[in-house]
């Protein structure tokens, strides 16, 4: 028997939370959305997940302050964030990597591209944790 993949969607357009979700869920995985980063640090704080997908403009912290407080808890090995976001401006982008993303999507996006790098994410942190790296300090 094998678990699915956990995947916690962080984005206040709740249509596009749903159509993510419907389309991760039909790809297999178990999907959690939420439509705050407060309520996402909540919600990740007691409940394992394998990926995060988020949203840079959210109602009351920035996708970037998110990113910021899970890179305090998990190393991008254990959780790797996607951001996926309409700000499409390169330095939005260099920005979104210095605060803890392991990939960076605009809006609009490919579902396929998503999922493609959704597995890619997954793949790589399988890979690292096999090889027990030890956690950055």
Known sequence: MTTSRRILIVEDDEPLAHLLKLRLEGEGF???TETSGRAALTYAAG?????VILDLKLPDL?????????RR???PWVLPVLM???MDKPVD???GFAHGADAYI??????DELVKTITLLLGETARRSDDDVAPQR
């Open 73 to 75: 808890t998990y190393q």
């Open 84 to 86: 996926l976001t309409g």
């Open 93 to 95: 982008q260099l920005r």
């Open 106 to 111: 605009t809006k609009p996006f490919e579902p």
């Open 47 to 51: 409940h394992p997940m394998d990926l």
């Open 30 to 32: 178990a999907v959690q």
């Open 62 to 70: 920035s996708g970037y302050d998110v990113a910021k407080q899970l």
